[in-house]
């Protein structure tokens, strides 16, 4: 059964200040409880495009609606995980985590319980009291996740999150991403440059052309990952054809 709607880009165009064009005429639809994967090259506008639907920064022309409503900044359904993690390096990992409730006013006792619920399932448990110089970049960005489920955002935006660890780490990243979500029932949204990250990840994979970012192809792998492990999924004729079909297109851009 086809999934409803969470997030639509309408028409949307991005010229920074000194006139440089990062996105023209960019229109899709994002599936709820689905990761959606913007991938292309360098420069592309995959990064500008996710902040836009974050209200990050707004758009030069058009619009993003979320659940029926136009985006004008930031809300509490959006939460977004930076590429540098993007943590207070005078707080604790609790203290991390628990910040974004902290801002809505929940009581300290409240925000803690739920901040340790979701450092627990990350791996971090026994970590609450570290500080992020205390941690590897892996454990920074594990921090970075919890921190966004904390909040209980129906959509999580993911910039490269995986980027600035090594290969190893980066695929059990991978898994425990899909497993963490076949729990919660949220959408993702999620830049990559990896063609064999997108394909193992994602329900879509929407592939944007050089600047100025334009839609050049959706893809839907199409992959049937219930109750297979990693190995078997990456041997899977539809994960390996989605790499073939993605490294078609995206080698004319180089």
Known sequence: MPAETIVEVKEIDMTYEGGVEALAGVSLALPEGRISTFLGPSGCGKT???KIIAGLIPPTHGEIWVKGKKVDGPGPERAFVFQDFALLP???VLRNV???LELR???AQERHAIARKHI????LKSFEASYPHQLSG???QRVG???ALSVDADIILMDEPFSSVDEQTRRKFQEELLDLL??????VIFVTHSIEEAAYLSDQIILLSPRPGTISNIIRPNIDREGRNPDEIRRDKNYLDAVDEIWEILKHYV
């Not at 076949?182 to 959408?187: F, Q, S």
């Open 98 to 100: 628990a910040f974004g």
């Open 120 to 123: 627990a399932e990350v791996g």
């Open 138 to 140: 892996g454990m920074r």
């Open 145 to 147: 996740l919890a921190r």
């Open 48 to 50: 500008t495009l996710l």
């Open 182 to 187: 076949r729990h919660k029932h949220k959408t």
């Open 105 to 107: 006013g929940l009581p």
């Open 90 to 92: 005078w707080a604790n």
